[in-house]
């Protein structure tokens, strides 16, 4: 995390007993190195959903902000969407509860209860995910603690185990980045003992099933040629470690490579600069050139965590916040080329409901856009081909990522078009493939690939007949027909507004889009036409991110779609109405204040004139027409520009609900 201001702290009472009692109770001998071995039971639940053996050959989802509970009950999904790791926010105490980067400025190094959750729930959780044989990583804040030294861990308020240099104010200066203040005042890394209350807390977490650590702020952390110990200290413990490292060890464009390559000698080490020019490329409609920032300087492939965006890029106003502003698609594509890399791992950030800085809370569930099959194919990509050589390349604005039984083509921009691309570096086999989104069939030679990319614009090519622990069967989205979307209104907005479009039609609608009914109970619905595909909801400042529709009578809540069961009203068994022969029924749940039906027959496809006969309200909702015994086919419209799709009869005397019919009685 990169901070440039200070923040005023309010103190707060806090007993640290606790605290005191861990350090001085448990202060480490020596750390000891484990073998990591894991059970059978592991074993087995990780081959069950083709995660990866280990961390850095796996992909990470970066839960930011969510309750140990939350990221538990959705463990199984995770499993399945190819994650082999999750990784929270950080267990310590924050000053302050409340909004996320609290969290950033602790108290202390011990599990604290905080707004994630107590250390049982964490324990909880990394029992559980051992069961689908998912990792947990935790953020560790270890740079510094809180501003106020009033309420922080008693034992560290000694001014020697402090620096004094003060804010940093050339961050192409190591001296200053490592011994300056960044927001907060800087612990001394150097200090023996400062090292060994921060390898306690590691054993810690350690001992109550945490897999690996990702370390806030390790660049301004020294390292042992520049006279601290710090990282072979706290790094033995046999655990994964990663570290923050953006930009690189200090802002030079060049000259600081030897200082990364000593980090990895610890830890993985973040490349966020690669992470920008991914999603910078994407968002201006260009497939990135560069395969990589600091592979191409030296760091081996096997020691790099890759990202389209992170907590920091998301959370940080305008300071670091520049992906707050991209739409969920365009980081996708970003996330699709770095995850599908040999060796390099991969962050995926679950987005918070809010892009505000001072809105966005530690313990709420952020996005859950991670379950979409472009990503779940993506990611048992990354694992099923782990081993594999990989060559990056463009061609035809796509980025293409060729491995020996696959590859992933990244569009830069658009959508549902043939492309022909390079083989990248010839790698993958010749042979007939087929995209893990769509089904679509792909024909690769020694030196092209030709197919269908689909709505996401990313493609996931699997030869014919390959596929190892995460070989899974991507649906394809059924064609959209006109009907009702719902929506749940969890930010609370006054109004929301859907505002939809097609990759034929973008111009459905002005923006904000059209007022969506209020149901009751945070839910608003919309009828949409045929045809549509993306939709936003909005309150006309604050909206959601494109989203790809997954039908009609669904429901969008916290970033997912599931059905929506509309709720019906009991029919009034006085004064039924006496179906004829003849009569077709139509239960107007979309509320039209007019409702009409259009029908045909294949030997006449004249029997009416669009947009058809006005049906006549027979009780409460519900309509009936006579329509002629030979009629095949109806449409039913408000005669304005919302209907149904093409809809088969079924015989006489039914009514049409919410896309079935039944017998009418």
């Not at 950033?104 to 559980?128: A, H, M, R, V, W």
């Not at 569009?411 to 493939?433: D, H, I, K, Q, R």
């Not at 929506?487 to 609370?492: P, Q, V």
């Not at 086919?633 to 039914?654: C, P």
Request: net charge negative; with cysteine; hydrophobic share 35%.
């Amino acid at each position: 995390m990169r901070q440039r201001s200070k923040f005023s702290f309010k103190a707060k009472i806090l007993s640290l007993i606790v605290a005191v009692g861990l350090i001085f109770g448990g202060l480490i001998d020596n750390p000891f190195v484990s073998t990591n071995a894991a059970p059978a039971s592991v074993e087995a639940a990780t081959t069950d959903y083709g995660l990866a053996s280990d961390i850095q050959d796996g992909v990470i989802l970066h839960c930011f902000n969510w309750k140990y509970n939350d990221i538990k009950a959705e463990l199984k999904s995770i499993a399945e969407a190819g994650f082999t790791s999750v990784q929270t926010s950080p267990a310590q105490v924050g000053v302050c509860s409340g909004v996320w980067y609290w969290l950033y400025q602790p108290l202390g190094f011990y599990i604290g209860t905080n707004d994630l959750g107590t250390k049982d729930e964490l324990k909880s959780l990394c029992e559980e995910a051992e069961k689908y044989g998912i990792k947990v990583i935790v953020d560790v804040v270890a740079n510094h603690l809180a501003g106020n030294h009033s309420n922080i861990q008693n034992d560290l308020k000694n001014g020697q185990y402090w620096h004094t240099y003060g804010e940093v104010h050339s961050w192409a200066d190591r001296y200053q980045v490592t011994r300056g203040e960044i927001g907060m005042p800087d612990l001394a890394s150097e200090n023996y003992y400062v090292q060994q209350v921060v390898a306690n807390y590691i054993n810690e977490l350690k001992n109550i099933g945490v897999d690996g650590i990702r370390w806030d702020a390790a660049k301004h952390i020294q390292l042992p040629s520049e006279g601290c110990s710090f990282w072979p200290t706290v790094t033995a413990q046999g655990l994964y470690h990663y570290g923050e490292i953006l930009v690189g060890p200090d802002d030079r464009g060049s000259g600081n490579e030897g200082l990364m390559k000593e980090y990895t000698n610890y830890m993985s080490v973040t490349d966020s600069t690669y992470g920008k020019t991914l999603r910078d490329s994407f968002a201006a409609g260009q497939a990135p050139a560069s395969y990589g920032n600091w592979a191409a300087k030296g760091i081996s492939n096997d020691k790099l965590v890759y990202w389209s965006e992170s907590h920091d890029t998301w959370s940080n106003g305008y300071d670091w916040g520049y992906s707050h502003g991209m739409s969920q698609n365009v980081i996708d594509r970003a996330y699709a080329v770095a995850a599908s890399r040999n060796e390099i791992t991969a962050l995926y950030f679950s987005r918070p409901n809010s892009n505000v800085k001072q809105n966005i809370y530690a313990g709420q569930k952020g996005s859950t856009a991670f379950k979409s099959t472009e990503i779940a194919a993506v990611n048992h990509f990354h694992n099923d081909m782990n081993g594999q050589k990989d060559y990056y390349a463009t061609s035809n604005n796509c980025s293409v990522v060729s491995r020996e039984k696959g590859a992933v083509v990244v569009a830069g921009s658009g959508s549902n078009f043939y492309v022909t691309v390079t083989n990248a570096g010839g790698l993958t086999e010749p042979g007939t493939y087929y995209d893990k989104i769509t089904g679509a069939k792909w024909e690769v030679t020694k030196t092209t690939m030709s197919g269908q990319i689909g709505s996401s614009g990313i493609v996931v090519l699997y030869k014919d007949g390959f596929g190892g622990g995460g070989e899974v069967v991507m649906p394809p989205i059924d064609p959209i027909i006109g009907g009702t979307v719902y929506y749940k209104n969890t930010n609370n907005w006054s109004t929301v507004n859907a505002y939809y479009w097609s990759d034929s039609n973008k111009a459905m609608m002005a923006w904000p889009g059209t007022a969506m009914k209020n149901e009751g109970d945070g839910v608003y619905s919309i009828v949409i036409p045929e045809g549509v595909q993306y939709i936003i909801f909005n309150n006309g400042q604050a909206q959601t991110d494109d989203i790809t529709l997954q039908g009609v009578n669904k429901i969008y809540e916290n970033g997912s779609w599931s059905d929506y069961k509309v709720v019906e009203e009991p029919e009034d068994p006085e004064d039924p109405v006496e179906p004829v022969e003849g009569n077709i029924f139509f239960k107007n749940t979309a509320n039209w204040s007019t409702v009409k039906a259009y029908y045909w027959s294949d030997s006449n496809t004249k029997m009416t004139s669009w947009p058809g006969v006005e049906m006549t309200k027979v009780d409460g909702n519900i309509y009936g027409t006579t329509i002629p015994e030979d009629a095949q086919y109806v449409i039913f419209t408000n005669g304005s520009g919302a209907q149904t799709s093409d809809i088969t009869l079924k015989g006489m005397n039914k009514i049409y609900n919410n896309g079935n019919w039944s017998n009418y009685q």
